[in-house]
């Protein structure tokens, strides 16, 4: 059975909305390179979210899926995917990374 992996509206709004962030903010040069860097990191939770270590979300992040699973795209910044799933079906609901306070209580080992 093929995976199926469904974004919430407000992580593909997150997403997009991410792109911006990384260029005006000046994490990137380069617009294009922001728009390679967000397809890049879906492109890793599409390629390994049922294969990476799966963690249980802590109570505060329950809300956003029973589950999380961390990609790392470089040295500096490892991304928190919260989701739910069903067989091979995944809704991913939540993403941040290590650079907000929030993520302190996360699973950082993997």
């Known amino acids: 059975m093929e995976k199926v992996i469904i974004y919430s ?14 260029f005006y903010k000046d994490y990137f040069s380069y ?3 922001a728009e390679k860097y967000v397809f890049y990191l879906k492109e890793e939770i599409e390629n390994y ?4 270590n799966q963690f249980e979300s802590p109570n505060k992040f329950q809300k956003y899926g029973k589950k999380y699973i961390i990609i ?3 040295n500096r910044t490892s991304w ?4 739910d799933n069903k ?7 939540y ?3 290590n650079h907000v306070e929030e993520s302190k209580i ?3 080992n993997h």
Do not use: P
Not at 49 to 52: A, R
């Open 9 to 22: 509206k407000e992580i593909e709004f997150y997403l997009n909305d991410l792109i911006d962030i990384l």
């Open 31 to 33: 617009l294009e390179n």
């Open 49 to 52: 979210i049922d294969v990476k």
């Open 72 to 74: 790392s795209l470089n």
């Open 80 to 83: 928190f995917v919260f989701f």
């Open 87 to 93: 067989e091979n079906r995944y809704l991913v609901q």
């Open 95 to 97: 993403i941040t990374n």
């Open 106 to 108: 996360l699973n950082t």
